[in-house]
Nanobody, 115 residues
Framework: QVQLVESGGGLVQAGGSLRLSCAAS????????MGWYRQLPGKQRELVAR???????NYADSVKGRFTISSANAKNTVYLQMNSLKPEDTAVYYC?????????WGQGTQVTVSS
C-alpha cells in the first residue's frame, strides 16, 4: 500500500503564490508518475500537472506558464509551485501517484484564491 500526505494549501490573494507538496510512503517499488488534480464542487476532477518517472511533464492549458511541477525521486515527493494565482484556481487539489500502474490519491488540500 502507498500512502500520500499533502501539504501547502491555503488562502491567498489573486496574483500570489502557493507551493503544494505530496510525499508518498509505504511499500514503494516503482512510481510511474506523480501529479496533481483539482476538483470544484459538482464538477469532475481535472488534471492540473503530471510528471513521469522519466521527467516528462504535462500541464493543463489553463495553468501553463504559471504552475510548475517537480519531483524529488529519492524522497518520493512531488511539488506544485503555483504562481500568479487566479480566483478560478480555487479548488480542492489532490495528489495522485501511479505506482506499479495503480492509482493512489491523497486526501485533498483546499486552495482558495481571493480576488
Amino acid at each position: 500500500q502507498v500512502q500520500l500526505v499533502e501539504s501547502g494549501g491555503g488562502l491567498v490573494q489573486a496574483g500570489g503564490s502557493l507551493r503544494l507538496s505530496c510525499a508518498a510512503s509505504g511499500t514503494i517499488f516503482s512510481i510511474n508518475a506523480m501529479g496533481w488534480y483539482r476538483q470544484l464542487p459538482g464538477k469532475q476532477r481535472e488534471l492540473v500537472a503530471r510528471i513521469t518517472s522519466g521527467g516528462t511533464t504535462n500541464y493543463a492549458d489553463s495553468v501553463k506558464g504559471r504552475f510548475t511541477i517537480s519531483s524529488a525521486n529519492a524522497k518520493n515527493t512531488v511539488y506544485l509551485q503555483m504562481n500568479s494565482l487566479k480566483p478560478e484556481d480555487t479548488a480542492v487539489y489532490y495528489c495522485n501517484v501511479l505506482h506499479n500502474w495503480r492509482d493512489y490519491w491523497g486526501q485533498g488540500t483546499q486552495v482558495t484564491v481571493s480576488s
